[in-house]
């Protein structure tokens, strides 16, 4: 499958265009179909984890983090010297979208077996 980074830069216009107009569910398909394609630039990846995050869909926040994980170690195989800041970046909000849901889980819980009773 060959990728065309224009496809994929002009899809992040439109989803930005999107947010804008508070179309989110629009923005995430047009995110997510760059993440789905290995987009090497950063801004799907930061702006759908920010999305997520701020759904509290902890899952989906983990998923495109750990997905960028593995795209930019490549670019910093590749000598891409400039994808270790980003890859530093996205280990660091991975461990802290892990430490939220494990924290969360507990409470989780509690309200479900509050409501089975």
Request: hydrophobic share 35%.
């Amino acid at each position: 499958m060959e990728i065309n980074e224009n496809k994929q830069a002009e899809r992040n216009l439109r989803a930005i265009e999107f947010e804008k107009a508070g179309e989110i569910e629009k923005a995430i398909a047009l995110y997510e179909e760059n993440i789905k394609e290995g987009f090497k630039g950063n801004y799907s990846y930061d702006r759908l984890a920010a999305i997520y995050k701020n759904q509290l869909d902890l899952d989906n926040e983990i998923r495109v983090l750990e997905k960028a994980i593995i795209v930019y170690e490549a670019i910093t195989i590749e000598d891409r010297i400039e994808g270790l800041p980003k890859l530093f970046r996205f280990k660091n909000r991975l461990e802290k979208a892990i430490e939220t849901k494990k924290q969360l889980k507990p409470k989780n819980n509690w309200q479900n077996k509050r409501k089975q009773n």
